[in-house]
């Protein structure tokens, strides 16, 4: 069985930092993309960032805030977010990339990011 767990999340002032991780399990981690996704409250989800084995991206929003990783022997993937604005605050998710077109498969469960002012 495929399993996302996200954790890392909490209460930050802006300008403050949080790490993310996603604990993944019951698949092939290293062979596949996994990404990072946001929603916040009356907004639709949106992609933040993702990481395949050779290459990441991230969403305009982020970049240069947010790092992405992934410790393949861990099994786990990570999102580092620096320089946090209100507007990253969101319930942030973990998912597998299904390896067809642009779709994910499987999805943790969320951890909330709320920054403060």
């Known amino acids: 069985e495929v399993q996302l767990q996200a954790s890392g999340g909490g209460l930050v002032q802006a300008g403050g930092s949080l790490r993310l991780s996603c604990a993944a399990s019951?698949?092939?981690?290293?062979?596949?993309?996994i990404g990072w996704f946001r929603q916040a409250p009356g907004k639709e989800r949106e992609g933040v960032s993702c990481?395949?084995?050779?290459?990441?991206g991230y969403a305009d929003s982020v970049k240069g805030r947010f790092t992405i990783s992934r410790d393949n022997a861990k099994h786990t993937l990570f999102l580092q977010m620096t320089n946090l604005k209100q507007e990253d605050t969101a319930t942030y998710y973990c998912?597998?990339?299904?390896?067809?077109?642009?779709?994910?498969?499987?999805w943790g469960q969320g951890t909330q990011v709320t920054v403060s002012s």
């Open positions: 998912a597998k990339y299904s390896g067809l077109g642009s779709s994910y498969d499987h």
């Open positions: 019951g698949f092939t981690f290293d062979d596949y993309a």
């Open positions: 990481i395949s084995s050779s290459e990441s």
